[in-house]
């Protein structure tokens, strides 16, 4: 799935006008949908969890990207939850998160502001839950506002639910800089959001050799032996 993008890179010389914002996203839209063509892997890992996922119920997927899912039936697809928009409507949010402070004349290139700006409720979702699955999220500045009240929650002395939390990520760098996030977001308290809650780092460059933490996180789902070494069996992963 092609990694949807959240913010204008620092290289780029701000666009001066919303008409100048609406051709770059216009451009965006172009290319993520050739892009899109190219089908998920169904040897993926993200594929692998994804089907897992879909089909126990009470199940919210919320999609950070701008092209679909591939959800397996029809009657899935509003289980999945599109934060940043969707390329075939159109509707697809660029920009900045609300704490970055620009002269008035440039508010347009804040996320909140674009006339579609309607995100699914992910926050209070995030806040109901009791188990949590991210994947392929750096956590990162740009998105914070989606996760910071949730994390800052788990992390209080007054929270009472002990929630379990499940990251996937690359490699060790990775899971590095998610922690750095996870820090920033709890106010520098990640020990207590370890201390009050079961957190799992997946990391997929190591299930190449030593797959048991993909198979301890599919037995919270599956309750058959067999059907998780099907699974596990089925996956193609790259060191």
Do not use: W
């Not at 290289?11 to 996203?25: D, F, M, Q, R, V």
């Not at 008035?104 to 995100?119: E, G, I, R, T, V």
């Not at 959001?193 to 599919?218: C, Q, W």
């Amino acid at each position: 799935m092609p990694n949807s993008i959240n913010a204008l890179p620092n290289s780029l010389i701000l666009p001066t006008s919303p008409e100048t914002l609406s051709l770059i996203k216009e451009g965006l839209c172009k290319h993520l949908a050739e892009i899109e063509q190219e089908s998920i892997r169904d040897g993926s890992l993200a594929f692998a969890i994804l089907g897992v996922l879909m089909d126990l119920s009470g199940v919210s997927v919320y999609n950070f990207n701008y092209t679909e899912l591939p959800y397996m039936r029809a009657d899935q697809d509003e289980k999945i939850h599109y934060v940043h928009g969707k390329i075939d409507e159109e509707n697809i949010i660029i920009g900045t998160k609300d704490d970055e402070r620009y002269n008035a004349n440039y508010d347009f290139l804040q996320k909140s502001f674009a006339p579609s700006f309607n995100p699914p409720s992910v926050v209070y979702s995030l806040l109901a839950s009791n188990e949590i699955v991210i994947f392929g999220h750096s956590l990162g500045r740009n998105d914070s506002q989606y996760f910071k009240a949730f994390f800052k929650e788990q992390t209080s002395l007054t929270n009472t639910r002990k929630k379990t939390i499940t990251i996937f990520t690359k490699d060790e760098k990775s899971e590095i800089d998610i922690k750095r996030s996870l820090q920033e977001m709890t106010d520098y308290n990640l020990s207590a959001l370890y201390g009050m809650n079961e957190i799992n780092i997946i990391k997929s460059s190591t299930l190449v050799h030593d797959r048991r933490p993909l198979a301890k996180f599919l037995k919270r789902f599956i309750n058959n032996d067999t059907e998780i070494s099907r699974i596990l069996h089925r996956l193609k992963f790259k060191a």
